[in-house]
């Protein structure tokens, strides 16, 4: 797949089958993921990976349950509580796999160097025909002390980018995007 092909193609999958996913295919979009530019080359990024749907379920469950005990203390809008509240929702849309895009230190760029490292990723992911979706509203319980020293993820990283993977059941169609807004300077 070309890469204009793979940004245009790219879907925010929630919806996924039962295949699993594969170590060597985790490490090869991990490969891709670090290819992405960083700030003065600091390559601030750590990864995490987790291939075990039952254990996934279980960290989505205990991440709902926290996310709606303090939706409050969220940056969050309101408007989302509904959604989380849904008695259907998973926060992990029973996926094989759940990635974690880290970052190492809380220098300046950081986390934006993380993005890039995880759209990488996700642009890869859809490049072998697999699916992804960042999920956001886990990274305030991914980050408590509390998740990291379970997941034994090092206190001082940030989970910058929660990204679900797995076989799409069916690729979701595209939003359509607004006009690009450019100011042209000079």
């Known amino acids: 797949m070309e890469v204009m092909e793979a940004i245009r193609e790219r879907r925010a999958v929630r919806d996924y089958t039962g295949a699993r996913i594969e170590r060597a295919t985790v490490e090869r979009l991990i ?13 601030p990024w750590a ?15 205990r991440a709902k349950s926290w ?28 996926a094989p796999a759940l990635l974690l895009v880290l970052a ?13 490292a995880a759209e990488n990723l996700m642009l890869a992911a859809r490049a072998e025909g697999l699916g992804t979706c960042w999920i956001g509203l886990a990274r305030p319980w ?22 679900v993977l797995g076989h799409p059941k069916t690729w979701p169609e595209a939003h359509g995007r607004n006009p690009a807004e450019i100011y042209w300077l000079g």
């Open 142 to 163: 991914l980050n408590l002390p509390s998740t990291k020293a379970e997941l034994k993820l090092p206190e001082s990283f940030q989970v910058v980018a929660p990204i």
């Open 31 to 43: 490969q891709a993921a670090i290819l992405a530019p960083s700030a003065r080359n600091l390559q």
């Open 67 to 94: 996310l709606l005990a303090n939706f409050a203390q969220t940056a969050y809008d309101e408007s989302l509580r509904k959604m989380v509240e849904d008695p259907n929702f998973v926060m992990f849309y029973h």
């Open 47 to 61: 990864f995490a990976a987790l291939l075990d749907c039952e254990r996934i379920g279980g960290y989505a469950k």
């Open 104 to 116: 190492k230190s809380s220098d300046a760029q950081a986390a934006e160097d993380c993005c890039v």
